[in-house]
Structure formats: structure tokens, C-alpha cells
T-cell receptor
């Protein structure tokens, strides 16, 4: 089937605005992850969803960041009152079970002006 | 800590062999992953090691020593298209991946 998809592919916003980033995981994958990759940096874990369990939010950098996963499938990452340091590529990954290989989507490139 | 250390950049010649090393903290270890990432693209899965030893997959092989907290990715018969960043990632007990900064490999003719 199709791989992980993300939208939008690019998002330019003004400082202080809210943004929503969407991730559609591979069908049937129970685990979903959000990562952030700043220019020239490694991937930074943000949040992890597994089935109906409470998400692991330990990687979220501030309370301006939140995410939800509806119906155990699609996930939305919301960044409120965006700051310039939020500019990065936001990558979503999913796996069939938590310990299995994670497959990444193409990412959303967020630019905060 | 969860430090993942790998070289920042490497250069190799087309047709040659290159080894990219990765060291990591061993506590709570739950597997070692290698991903390839071309510029502007998402990471793609290359290999997974959870037991000691060498896993071979075509031109790519990955090695793990759990006691030493050490892994390497071996690329043989290098091709120009292998120019990319190679990301070492440690699986943690919480099922997330902790990534190193990546090794940017440049393959020259």
C-alpha cells in the first residue's frame, strides 16, 4: 500500500501564527511518531502515539506544541504562536508495532518569517 | 545520556568501500538502525541490528557490538548515487528513535 503521507509539503507562516501539520500513516500501523529536523541537524524526537494509549510527549520542546491522533490513524501536529526557531522539517513516521522499523513520510518544511 | 556519535562528513571514491562508525550509550538499548537520507528527502530504512554481528544486505552491511556500544555501516562498490547522509539511530526502551547528527558521505568519481 501507500507509504506515509504528510501535508502540506511546504508551509510559510508569519511569526505568532498557528500552524497545523498533518500525517497519514501507513494503513494498519499502530505506532506513529513525529520528529523535527532543523537545518544541518539530526532528527529530534517530538511525540509518539501507540494505539489508544496516552501519547509520549516527552520530546515536545514547549507547551506551544501539541499533537493528536484521531481514530488511531491520522495525526495532526499543532504549533501555536510560531517562532522563528520553529523553522524546520517536521517528519512523521509509522511502524506496524512499536519495536518494528519506522517508515518516514516526506516531511513538511515549515518556515517562520 | 543518549549520545549518538558519528562522523560529520566522509569522502570516498566511486567503486571503493567506506565504513561509517557509530557509538552510542548502551543503557536501555533496543536495537540500532541505519537510515539513508538524500538531500531534501525523507530518511529511508537501510538496516536494523539487535544482536551482535554482521548483517549483510547487498552492497550494504551493518555490524553491531552491544557490549561496546558500537555499530558500523559498510558500503561496498560505491556508486555516485550513494552520496547522501547516513543516520545512525538507537532504539530506546520507550520505542522512539534517538538519532545521531548523521554522516554526510560524498562519493567522488
Amino acid at each position: 500500500g501507500a507509504g506515509v503521507s504528510q501535508s502540506p509539503s511546504n508551509k510559510v507562516t508569519e511569526k505568532g501564527k498557528d500552524v497545523e501539520l498533518r500525517c497519514d500513516p501507513i494503513s494498519g500501523h499502530t505506532a506513529l511518531y513525529w520528529y523535527r529536523q532543523s537545518l544541518g541537524q539530526g532528527l529530534e524526537f517530538l511525540i509518539y502515539f501507540q494505539g489508544n494509549s496516552a501519547p509520549d510527549k516527552s520530546g515536545l520542546p514547549s507547551d506551544r506544541f501539541s499533537a493528536e491522533r484521531t481514530g488511531g490513524s491520522v495525526s495532526t501536529l499543532t504549533i501555536q504562536r510560531t517562532q522563528q526557531e520553529d523553522s524546520a522539517v517536521y517528519l512523521c513516521a509509522s511502524s506496524s508495532v512499536p519495536t518494528d522499523t519506522q517508515y518516514f513520510g516526506p516531511g513538511t518544511r515549515l518556515t517562520v518569517l | 545520556g543518549q549520545n549518538i556519535d558519528q562522523p560529520t562528513e566522509m569522502t570516498a571514491t566511486e567503486g571503493a568501500i567506506v565504513q561509517i562508525n557509530c557509538t552510542y550509550q548502551t543503557s536501555g538499548f533496543n536495537g540500532l538502525f541505519w537510515y539513508q537520507q538524500h538531500a531534501g528527502e525523507a530518511p529511508t530504512f537501510l538496516s536494523y541490528n539487535v544482536l551482535d554481528g554482521l548483517e549483510e544486505k547487498g552492497r550494504f552491511s551493518s555490524f553491531l557490538s552491544r557490549s561496546k556500544g558500537y555499530s558500523y555501516l559498510l558500503l561496498k562498490e560505491l556508486q555516485m548515487k550513494d552520496s547522501a547522509s547516513y543516520l545512525c539511530a538507537r532504539g530506546d526502551a520507550g520505542n522512539m528513535l534517538t538519532f545521531g547528527g548523521g554522516t554526510r558521505l560524498m562519493v567522488k568519481p
